[in-house]
């Protein structure tokens, strides 16, 4: 009876093992689909090229679609191309806003395969960003921002004016930007010629770091470009140095940081401890 029982148990285990097997040779595997860029980083408004492979039988001649996403969003389609006989692809896209820019590439199921989805491929998109776009944590009383100053028959539309040295503007760049710039010059709205110059004072803070100070000498009406590296600063201090009351005003021709941001971070109120 025993050597029965165990004959019956021997067969059934061969038989769920066979159709396991025949399972498992009969299920459906899913396209495998490559993607990379043809550039590490990019700029707002520029377009890129993103490609790769499709890998599984009747891959060729196929359609992919690619999809783009931004820091918590959706993902959207931006482009759907045709595959090469290969299975090779490639999409020209946009990458129309700052911040970090996600993509993908998607492959549809086919009757032999179920739907390939690539990894994602994230890219650092830079832009330009006027400060008087962004909103200062602290500031005085004595400057006004977003003006138009012509600097050496430039325009600069997004300018700041001080007219005197008590004030400074604050920004929370948390480690998203690498550069900071202006054209700083004098202007004289009344009575007679400055008899001092000013200085264009940059302090920058990095985490866990003492903030460090730089100042820049204006000459007086030599305008002058001021370009500093703000790689890895968190906060960005805007401020001036030995400009007294006076008929004549500082101006900063506009100011701006170039960050891998859309718009620069808010600010809460743990940033200030």
Same mark, same amino acid.
């Given at each position: 009876?025993?050597?029965?029982?165990?004959?019956?148990?021997?067969?059934?285990?061969?038989?769920?093992?066979?159709?396991?097997?025949?399972?498992?040779?009969?299920?459906?595997?899913?396209?495998?689909?490559?993607?990379?860029?043809?550039?590490?980083?990019?700029?707002?408004?520029?377009?890129?090229?993103?490609?790769?492979?499709?890998?599984?039988?009747?891959?060729?001649?196929?359609?992919?679609?690619?999809?783009?996403?931004?820091?918590?969003?959706?993902?959207?389609?931006?482009?759907?191309?045709?595959?090469?006989? !290969?299975?090779?692809?490639?999409?020209?896209?946009?990458?129309?806003?700052?911040?970090?820019? !996600?993509?993908?590439?998607?492959?549809?199921? !086919?009757?032999?395969?179920?739907?390939?989805?690539?990894?994602?491929?994230?890219?650092?998109?830079?832009?330009?960003?006027?400060?008087?776009?962004? *909103?200062?944590?602290?500031?005085? %009383?004595? /400057?006004?921002?977003?003006?138009?100053?012509?600097?050496?028959?430039? %325009? /600069?539309?997004?300018?700041?004016?001080?007219?005197?040295?008590?004030? /400074?503007?604050?920004?929370?760049?948390?480690?998203?930007?690498?550069?900071?710039?202006?054209?700083?010059?004098?202007?004289?709205?009344?009575?007679?010629? *400055?008899?001092?110059? /000013?200085?264009?004072?940059?302090?920058?803070?990095?985490? %866990?770091?003492? !903030?460090?100070?730089?100042?820049?000498?204006?000459?007086?009406?030599? *305008?002058?470009?001021?370009?500093?590296?703000?790689?890895?600063?968190?906060?960005?201090?805007?401020?001036?140095?030995?400009?007294?009351?006076?008929?004549?005003?500082?101006?900063?021709?506009?100011?701006?940081?170039?960050?891998?941001?859309?718009?620069?971070?808010?600010?809460?109120?743990?940033?200030?401890?």
């Amino acid at each position: 009876m025993r050597k029965t029982l165990l004959v019956v148990l021997t067969t059934l285990a061969l038989v769920l093992g066979f159709a396991t097997l025949a399972d498992a040779a009969t299920a459906k595997k899913s396209f495998k689909v490559s993607i990379k860029s043809n550039v590490a980083t990019s700029q707002a408004g520029r377009f890129i090229v993103i490609s790769g492979k499709v890998s599984g039988p009747g891959a060729g001649g196929k359609k992919v679609k690619i999809q783009r996403q931004y820091i918590g969003g959706a993902w959207t389609n931006v482009a759907t191309v045709v595959t090469k006989k !290969s299975g090779k692809y490639k999409a020209v896209v946009e990458t129309p806003q700052g911040g970090t820019t !996600s993509f993908r590439a998607i492959k549809a199921k !086919s009757s032999a395969r179920k739907a390939g989805v690539s990894a994602t491929k994230a890219l650092p998109v830079y832009k330009w960003l006027y400060l008087d776009h962004e *909103p200062p944590a602290h500031g005085g %009383n004595d /400057y006004q921002a977003g003006l138009a100053e012509t600097i050496s028959g430039v %325009n /600069y539309p997004h300018s700041f004016r001080f007219t005197q040295g008590s004030s /400074y503007l604050q920004y929370k760049t948390a480690g998203l930007c690498t550069t900071f710039t202006t054209r700083a010059d004098y202007n004289v709205f009344n009575g007679p010629q *400055p008899a001092d110059e /000013y200085a264009l004072v940059l302090i920058t803070e990095k985490a %866990n770091s003492p !903030s460090v100070q730089k100042e820049y000498e204006v000459p007086l009406f030599q *305008p002058k470009t001021v370009t500093q590296s703000i790689a890895g600063v968190r906060r960005l201090t805007v401020a001036l140095e030995t400009l007294n009351a006076s008929p004549y005003y500082a101006a900063l021709g506009d100011p701006k940081v170039y960050c891998n941001a859309e718009r620069l971070p808010s600010w809460v109120g743990i940033d200030f401890i």
